[in-house]
């Protein structure tokens, strides 16, 4: 990078949709996915039955309100509701349930010995997201060495609002079977995603992953209810997730359809922005079969350089690779992908 270069700091806000083409489940199929799960193997996931249950219980509300008792975000801020101002508490029963239909719908990343590609996975479903985690580092590999690009004139950041470890695997995968075979020239620091604040700013560009609901390897999830914000564990992610936003110069939110029950997102946007110190465009992709997910978004965002995208977050992901100069690989064609995208 040469004296005067400025780094630009983009931030993806990912939502559901990001990790849906891999085979995870949505707010509005979850409950499907998680009974096929429970009659694949009854005794194996026999505490999904207890839920289940509890979901059925739930079918006289629909005498008196509508109710989408498909939703699982519907169904556990009615029962979430019923626990919090009862004595009845199944916040346990509810974190395993998430989290093990979460884990079971995800697919195992692993080195295919018979692939000669670049990055040899045993799911071409992973690809892109090997690829899009590269560039997030801008990493660049020689015959020899794979490293962070130093001359990088971007910098990236993750808040997501899921609670899969996609993007943890991918990460993982890269540092077992990229950098074992090429060997290395970057530290363990400088390829790894920063979780807090401390630690960001003892290195150079680093790339956050704020998590807001919480992971399923830490068993620390919120249910995706209204109470979402009641949750002392998760409040230092909170506030890096609004120190990033207001300092990023470009949002990015993918495979979000900002229900109406987010309103908690909205204002978290909204608080950001009271401190946003040079924001230049915040662009939304997303899957929209019916153009309602465009119209609150239209309805929520006025800044003027905002702009829609109807779309599969995996043909926004297929796009992104690498360049190659004089034999060196740079996975840094990120930016040159969403300006074509959202061309």
Not at 14 to 20: E, I, Q
Not at 44 to 61: A, C, G, P, R
Not at 63 to 80: A, G, P, T, V
């Amino acid at each position: 990078m040469s004296i005067g270069d400025v780094v630009e700091k983009v931030v993806y806000l990912l939502g559901a949709g990001f990790s849906r083409p891999l085979g995870l489940p949505l707010m509005s199929d979850f409950l499907i996915k998680a009974k096929d799960m429970y009659f694949s193997s009854p005794s194996t996931f026999s505490y999904i039955k207890d839920v289940i249950q509890m979901i059925n219980e739930l079918s006289v509300v629909k005498n008196y309100f509508k109710s989408d008792l498909f939703n699982i975000e519907e169904i556990l801020s009615i029962l979430e509701m019923n626990d919090y101002l009862g004595d009845q508490s199944n916040k346990e029963l509810f974190q395993r349930f998430i989290c093990s239909v979460i884990e079971y719908y995800t697919p195992e990343i692993k080195y295919n010995n018979k692939s000669t590609q670049l990055f040899p996975v045993n799911d071409d479903r992973y690809l892109s997201y090997i690829m899009f985690v590269a560039n997030l580092f801008n990493l660049r590999s020689t015959s020899n060495y794979i490293y962070r690009d130093d001359d990088a004139t971007t910098n990236y950041s993750i808040i997501t609002l899921n609670y899969d470890m996609v993007l943890e695997k991918v990460h993982n995968f890269i540092e077992i079977n990229l950098f074992n075979r090429f060997g290395r020239v970057v530290t363990q620091s400088q390829f790894a995603f920063i979780r807090d604040k401390k630690s960001g700013e003892e290195q150079k560009n680093p790339v956050y992953l704020v998590k807001l609901h919480g992971c399923v390897s830490k068993g620390n999830i919120v249910p995706p209810t209204w109470n979402k914000t009641n949750n002392e564990d998760l409040l230092e992610e909170w506030k890096l997730a609004k120190k990033l936003l207001a300092e990023a110069n470009h949002i990015r939110i993918l495979g979000y359809s900002l229900p109406e029950s987010d309103s908690y997102i909205k204002y978290l946007l909204k608080s950001a922005m009271i401190n946003s110190k040079h924001l230049k465009t915040l662009d939304v992709i997303t899957l929209d079969p019916n153009n309602s997910v465009k119209n609150r978004y239209d309805n929520f965002v006025e800044f003027m350089n905002y702009k829609f995208i109807n779309a599969k977050i995996e043909d926004y992901l297929k796009s992104i690779n690498y360049t190659t100069v004089n034999g060196d690989k740079y996975f840094n064609n990120l930016e040159l992908v969403h300006s074509r995208f959202m061309a």
